[in-house]
């Protein structure tokens, strides 16, 4: 379909906390709001931005990643000690569910794609934030082993409780692995099942924004 008005036709899916940090870890925000370096990288060339919903709000206890607070004091207090094992599965078993919503949330967010690209339009890419558990997609934190991490480090549950910026930001990123995170991966696997070719593209929150975003204009090939 052909339509005769203003739109562009292209399209990038973005991480929702990019567009509202509100939304990030506790401890992690970098910015007040709107990761404004990126979005106005699209919004000057043109290109409108659908959200890649919040996956740790929908799955980890909302906002405040309830759940996941959980589970986390618990492993830090168990390790080591006898019920290490037990506490380990149940973690498992948690992250298992986890991977069904993200499963289920990519299917969703491949049907948006394929819709748009069915109707004419241009996806341009995919942008995720690249230090997540969730939405890595070269660098991502296992939950179970950075407990260990987080463990041999110091780091007590109490500290986690009530996370400061100045910690997290050396903290997380020493965290983070090489590999994609669990919505990352469905994501791509379902692509890849209905042969779609998109680029996806990690942001990374802790070095210099300016920089981060001249590196994906480049990579997109969008002026900056």
């Known amino acids: 379909m052909e339509c005769k008005d203003k739109r562009s036709g292209r399209v990038v899916f973005i991480s929702q906390c990019l567009l509202n940090q509100n939304l990030r870890f506790p401890g992690i925000a970098v910015e007040k709001g ?3 370096n ?7 060339n043109g290109i409108g931005i659908e959200p890649i919903p919040c996956l740790e709000r929908l ?3 909302g906002v405040s990643r309830n759940q996941y607070f959980r589970y986390q004091p618990l492993i830090l207090t168990h390790l080591p000690h006898p019920f290490e094992t037990l506490v380990q599965l149940g973690m498992r078993i948690w992250i298992l569910n986890y991977a069904r919503l993200c499963k289920k949330e990519a299917n969703k967010i491949v049907r948006h794609i394929h819709d748009y690209i069915s109707s ?4 341009i890419g995919i942008v995720a934030v690249n230090d997540s558990p969730t939405d890595g997609v070269t660098k991502t934190i296992d939950l179970i082993s950075s407990a260990k991490k987080l463990k041999s480090m110091g780091i007590e549950s109490d500290n986690l409780s009530n996370p400061k ?3 997290m930001k050396k903290l997380i990123p020493s965290l983070c692995t090489d590999g994609k995170g669990i919505f990352i991966t469905k994501l791509k696997q379902q692509l890849e099942n209905k042969h779609i070719q998109i680029q996806i593209t990690g ?3 802790w070095v210099n924004p300016i920089q981060e975003v001249e590196r994906i204009a480049k990579s997109f090939g969008l002026e900056y």
């Open 203 to 205: 942001y990374d929150p």
């Open 34 to 36: 709107v990761c404004h």
């Open 59 to 61: 799955g980890w206890g």
């Open 120 to 123: 004419g339009y241009k996806i």
């Open 165 to 167: 910026y100045e910690m």
């Open 38 to 44: 990126l979005t106005n990288l699209f919004i000057n």
